[in-house]
């Protein structure tokens, strides 16, 4: 076999599967650039010029208008004679990347259906039951993979999107402010006196609800009163600056030493 033979079949070779050639070629040529501007969105979001949500639909249109140019570009290089071999491999490696990052678009598109319907939201209180486990706090993060709640334990739930498309997802119409006060006092002190004092310098609080302040003394003794509040804030989305009002309305007010704390 001489050179020219080999020539010769390197070129038919070529000329067989040049499609699937550069079906591959456009394939890698389609990752590098989702991932250099995916990098780069994340990079804007870093320094603030995108929420993070917006970074996440901003990645989901990038993926889809790639994809829908891939594909256009590859049935533009199709050619009769090769097309059984160009199915074969495609399907092969669509089917292999596909399965890899199913979870990835599981996640993808549950978060597309979250963040355009608004059903959960950042800084509100939810519920989210699967089955005879329950998880509830405030909805710290909503990104692509995740939703990150934080617990009244001040816990970090990550729950993957792909979760939260089963689960029973409750939001309370209200959210309830607690805070449980410990007291000191003398043997002078007029418990009824304080009370009405503390719901006076509650009610300066304008993130609450000021019809539903209820404040009861639970225990009593004498050198000290312990009492709990309770009151639902106006918009979900202020329940840390409504506690972080409070209680420095109390501890700025009350001519008295007190001890704060959120109840379980």
């Not at 792909?162 to 007029?190: C, E, F, H, W, Y």
Request: hydrophobic content about 50%; glycine content about 4%; charged content about 20%.
């Amino acid at each position: 076999m001489n050179l020219i033979t080999v020539i010769d079949y390197i070129m038919k070779f070529w000329q067989s599967f040049q499609p699937v050639f550069y079906i591959l070629i456009g394939l890698a040529v389609f990752l590098i650039v989702v991932g250099c501007i995916n990098r780069a969105v994340k990079k804007l979001r870093e320094r603030g010029a995108l929420t993070r949500s917006a970074e996440g639909k901003f990645k989901l249109i990038v993926i889809f208008a790639g994809l829908a140019i891939y594909v256009t570009y590859v049935f533009t290089i199709i050619k009769a004679e090769t097309f059984w071999i160009l199915a074969i491999v495609v399907a092969a490696v669509t089917g292999l990347i596909l399965y890899s990052v199913r979870s990835l678009f599981e996640n993808l598109f549950t978060f597309l259906i979250i963040s355009s319907s608004n059903i959960i939201r950042e800084g509100e209180r939810i519920i989210l039951k699967f089955g005879d486990e329950e998880i509830e706090g405030y909805v710290t993060e909503l990104n692509e993979y995740y939703v990150v709640i934080r617990t009244h334990h001040n816990a970090f739930v990550y729950v993957p999107n792909s979760r939260i498309a089963q689960a029973i997802i409750v939001r309370p119409s209200q959210t309830t402010l607690k805070l449980k006060l410990s007291i000191s006092v003398d043997g002078s002190t007029n418990v009824d006196q304080l009370i009405k004092f503390l719901e006076d310098v509650v009610l300066r609080s304008k993130l609450i609800n000021k019809s539903t302040v209820q404040i009861r003394p639970v225990e009593i003794y004498e050198n000290r009163i312990v009492v709990v509040i309770e009151a639902d804030v106006l918009n979900p989305r202020n329940v840390d600056q409504a506690y972080a009002e409070i209680v420095d309305l109390v501890r700025t007010m009350l001519p008295h030493r007190v001890r704060i704390e959120v109840p379980e």
